[in-house]
């Protein structure tokens, strides 16, 4: 079958789910990602050994039969609380970046429409959130209050609000400023009629791209807070949790302190590659 130029450039293709296709580098990243979104939601009924059960005698054991990553730094298996790790790292990454883009692009929508002192107010507050660095903030509210799920969820969103409220705000005023918007306000219709039907279905594909950059920050964020100690605490941990505890491995080559970091490579390397993979008519669908 011949596609014309403008289907191949856009990413369409005729007889596939939606219209669109993939090429082999996002169908990859989407690949990786899906099955760490399954071990994040199976982790528990798959894990070889319980995660707290120390089996090994040597501490830092190579890779075997019985331990495929080896062990840690007490005997425990890699391979266990590497997939049960995924369930923190990408469960409290997606909720945070969920809360955030949401947050941020209905404010923004509706700054955007409602202008005035709504959208300077707004504005103003955000960015003042924004100019502080996000690891001191965050340092600053897991150090004061603590380091629960909740309070880490919480304060990954609020830090990346100001930027998705900014992007989508921006979206907005260009989409606010077209014809068919003063059309639709001649005729009467109310603002959340606009945000809704209007301008929500014009930026939804930038603002999806959007979410998976996010999403790398917030996964990048928590492990380097769960490094330092102040993510997520024993007995349970994240990536960058089981990068901390076993960093005294690292002289020694140690399988237990190189396997977390791969799987955050590979989590955030394959959102890229989604991302910058992603059909053209999504990725830049907008208003012409």
Not at 85 to 108: D, E, H, K, M, Q
Request: proline content about 6%; overall charge neutral.
């Amino acid at each position: 079958m011949t596609m014309t130029s403008s289907e191949t450039t856009s990413g369409r293709l005729s007889g596939t789910p939606f219209g669109y296709r993939f090429n082999i580098v996002g169908a990859i990243g989407f690949t990786v990602i899906f099955l760490w979104a399954l071990v994040a939601i199976f982790a528990p009924w798959v894990i070889p050994y319980p995660v707290g059960e120390i089996i090994d005698l040597d501490y830092f054991g190579p890779m075997s039969r019985e331990l495929w990553l080896g062990s840690d730094y007490l005997g425990r298996d890699m391979l266990s609380r590497i997939l049960m790790g995924a369930r923190y790292t990408v469960g409290i990454s997606l909720a945070a970046v969920t809360i955030a883009c949401f947050s941020g692009v209905v404010l923004g929508m509706i700054a955007a429409v409602a202008g005035g002192w709504l959208d300077t107010i707004l504005s103003r507050f955000l960015d003042a959130l924004n100019s502080i660095p996000s690891k001191l903030f965050g340092l600053v509210v897991v150090a004061a209050v603590g380091s629960s799920v909740p309070v880490l969820i919480l304060t990954l969103s609020v830090i990346y609000i100001p930027g998705a409220y900014r992007f989508a705000r921006a979206l907005a005023v260009n989409i606010n400023a077209m014809d068919f918007i003063t059309v639709a306000r001649i005729r009467g219709e109310s603002t959340l009629y606009l945000i809704r039907s209007e301008i929500l279905p014009n930026i939804v594909g930038p603002v999806l791209a959007d979410l998976g950059i996010r999403f790398v920050f917030i996964v990048l964020l928590l492990s380097g807070l769960s490094f330092l100690g102040l993510g997520v605490q024993p007995p349970y941990a994240d990536w960058g949790a089981l990068v901390r505890e076993n960093i005294g491995g690292l002289p020694f080559g140690a399988p237990a302190v190189m396997f977390p970091s791969l799987a955050i490579a590979s989590l955030t390397i394959s959102v890229n590659l989604l991302i910058d993979n992603l059909p053209q008519k999504i990725r830049d669908r907008s208003v012409s």
